[in-house]
């Protein structure tokens, strides 16, 4: 019946996991360098380390393509350390998390609520709650367990009549 969107987190996890990636790749080029080129590892590592301190900046420059920046990533590590075993894994790693990322999502219906993360899904029946209030785009699950949840919906895409969705919500609370 209703279904919302939560605000965009995977941003926050496309930072994390590519800054670690950059981390990663950045120390995988300082030790494993080869013997017979001593500068050009040390400038690689030194370009992905700063690269990964400024994630978020090189981010909003490439309107948030992490993949491009870890093909650049990538390449730069290829030329430090000659290694294709490495630049294979963090392209891979990286295609994996931007593969997996799903927009987290709470679905409410005659059934309960169906919250959708990245990774994990939780079902939970309407017995579970003392209540669920939609307000200024924050969705409130109280649970009867004293757990509170409060959800910061998408509310650019989810246009609902916050009366008739808390109306509906309060007749499925006291089953």
Not at 5 to 24: E, F, G, P, Y
Not at 58 to 80: D, E, V
Not at 106 to 133: D, P, R
Request: glycine share 4%; with cysteine.
């Amino acid at each position: 019946m209703y279904t919302f969107t939560i605000k965009d987190s995977t941003t926050d996890i496309n930072v994390i996991v590519t800054r670690s990636l950059l981390a990663l790749a950045g120390l995988a080029s300082l030790f494993y360098r080869s013997t017979q080129y001593y500068y050009i590892p040390i400038a690689a590592a030194l370009a992905l380390l700063i690269a990964a301190v400024f994630i978020k900046k090189l981010l909003q420059l490439l309107k948030g393509n992490s993949i491009m920046l870890l093909g650049i990533a990538a390449f730069i590590l290829f030329i430090a350390t000659f290694s294709i075993t490495f630049t294979t894994v963090l392209v891979a790693v990286g295609l994996l998390v931007k593969k997996i990322a799903v927009i987290p999502t709470v679905a409410i219906n005659t059934k309960g609520v169906m919250i959708t993360k990245m990774l994990s899904n939780f079902e939970h029946e309407w017995s579970e709650f003392n209540n669920i209030i939609l307000k200024d785009n924050i969705l409130t699950l109280d649970f009867r367990n004293n757990k509170l949840l409060q959800l910061s919906i998408n509310g650019n895409e989810s246009t609902v009549d916050e009366y008739t969705f808390n109306t509906f919500c309060s007749k499925f609370i006291g089953i």
